[in-house]
């Protein structure tokens, strides 16, 4: 990791993230600890959010830091033409780690590049979204006991969703078999059905969510098309309802199927799953507390590991 930045799931290793898994379990057991003091956070939001920004704020405050930034790009001064790198030159002078939305894809990897501060990678276009993995993880892990060797099912927007780019990487290590529904303009993107040939990866892609796929499910991971990221609003007007989880599609899935959206939903999952127990998504949500809470120590080179053993 450049600077300790999290850019990309891949800065993980594998044994690095089933520590983190460790340290948000331990978040989990105990939300306030005073590991921040002294310590100031910038979170710069180029893109909208309200999970990713508000978990990562209330991490901070749990933590005992301080935190400063925006939300709205519009009130800063690049919007008066100042480049992202002098932006994160100037925020490098008031803060000791950077969290970054942005709408360009390699935005986050430009600045950790620059930064002298570890940059944290809250969403770079439709590439990545590694923290949104890491409480992805953490619920596949709550839900099912194991990472590994799970059918995992992922629907809708498989093209722009950085989400399901980001959790594809990381289940790799777990061998997991994918379902990829989606239709024809949403597909997967090569790269990453390139990167299951190379790790040996099993998955099918369809564009009919059909009970075969739901039934055969531990983990149906829904997504949002991302309108955001269409040039021609046609093609999202023809596309943007093609997938939608009602209550009655659950009725002979498996026991231990889990329902998965990183939020927010427009369409996606009707209302009436809410209240499934199969439906997990609030938990996922309540999840990225204790990731960021992980994350943020991680970059900051504090110990978790040593606290959780010495609390033992
Ligand atoms: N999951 C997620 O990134 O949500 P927000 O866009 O609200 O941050």
Do not use: W
């Not at 892990?141 to 093209?159: A, N, P, W």
């Not at 046609?234 to 943007?240: A, D, G, I, S, T």
């Not at 927010?264 to 949500?285: H, M, W």
């Amino acid at each position: 990791m450049q600077n300790n930045s999290l850019v990309s799931i891949s800065d993980f290793t594998k044994d690095e993230m089933l520590e983190l898994l460790e340290d948000m379990k331990y978040f989990e057991a105990n939300p306030n600890r005073r590991l921040l003091e002294g310590k100031v956070v910038a979170t710069l939001f180029f893109e909208p959010s309200t999970r990713t920004r508000l978990s990562f704020e209330t991490a901070v405050n749990r933590l005992g830091g301080r935190i400063i930034g925006f939300s709205d790009a519009s009130t800063t001064s690049s919007s008066k033409g100042e480049t992202l790198k002098d932006t994160i030159m100037m925020v490098n002078n008031y803060v000791d780690l950077i969290i970054m939305r942005h709408y360009l894809e390699g935005a986050a990897r430009y600045a950790s590049e620059v930064s002298r501060v570890p940059i944290i990678n809250a969403g770079d276009g439709a590439n990545q979204h590694p923290s949104q993995t890491m409480l992805d993880l953490y619920s596949i892990y709550k839900t099912q006991g194991t990472l590994r060797d799970l059918t995992i099912t992922m629907v809708g927007d498989l093209k722009y969703g950085r989400t399901v780019h980001s959790l594809l990487m990381a289940m790799s290590y777990f061998n997991p078999k994918f379902n990829f529904v989606a239709c024809d303009e949403l597909k997967m993107p090569q790269e990453y059905k390139d990167f299951c040939d190379e790790h040996g990866i099993a998955y099918t892609e369809t564009r009919d969510f059909s009970p075969e796929v739901i039934n055969s499910s531990d983990i149906i991971y829904m997504t949002r098309v991302q309108r955001e990221r269409f040039t021609d609003l046609m093609e999202y007007e023809r596309v943007k309802n093609i997938y939608n989880l009602h209550n009655s599609m659950l009725d002979n899935s498996k026991d231990n199927v889990r329902i998965l959206h990183p939020l927010p939903r427009v369409g996606e999952i009707s209302q009436d799953v809410d209240s499934n127990p199969k439906a997990y998504y609030f938990q996922q949500a309540q999840n990225g507390l204790y990731a960021r809470q992980a994350i943020i120590c991680k970059v900051l080179g504090i110990d978790v590991k040593s606290l959780r053993e010495n609390e033992r």
